[in-house]
């Protein structure tokens, strides 16, 4: 998950795994230049969090129901 601390999305999000039990590794594009670029070269917008899912697909700025869908259901 690319995100930021200051950033009230990608807190919920990572608090939404965290329940899940959902592993997932936190990128940090505010302190790292070429994260923030590869995020942006990912979902295509400057908006965070942006979830890289286990099969490649993207979610950007997801909703916990989003993310329900996308994780919980496989």
Same mark, same amino acid.
């Given at each position: 998950?690319?995100?930021?601390?200051?950033? $009230?999305?990608? &807190?919920?999000?990572?608090?939404?795994?965290?329940?899940?039990?959902?592993?997932?590794?936190?990128?940090?594009?505010?302190?790292?230049? *070429? *994260?923030?670029?590869?995020?942006? &070269?990912?979902? $295509? &917008?400057?908006?965070?969090?942006?979830?890289?899912?286990?099969?490649? $697909?993207?979610?950007?700025?997801?909703?916990?129901?989003?993310? *329900?869908? *996308?994780?919980?259901? &496989?």
């Amino acid at each position: 998950m690319y995100g930021a601390e200051w950033c $009230g999305d990608c &807190r919920r999000a990572k608090a939404w795994l965290r329940r899940n039990e959902v592993p997932f590794v936190e990128i940090d594009v505010e302190h790292d230049e *070429a *994260a923030r670029e590869e995020a942006v &070269r990912l979902s $295509g &917008r400057r908006n965070i969090p942006v979830v890289v899912l286990p099969g490649g $697909g993207i979610l950007v700025e997801p909703s916990d129901a989003e993310l *329900a869908t *996308a994780l919980l259901t &496989r």
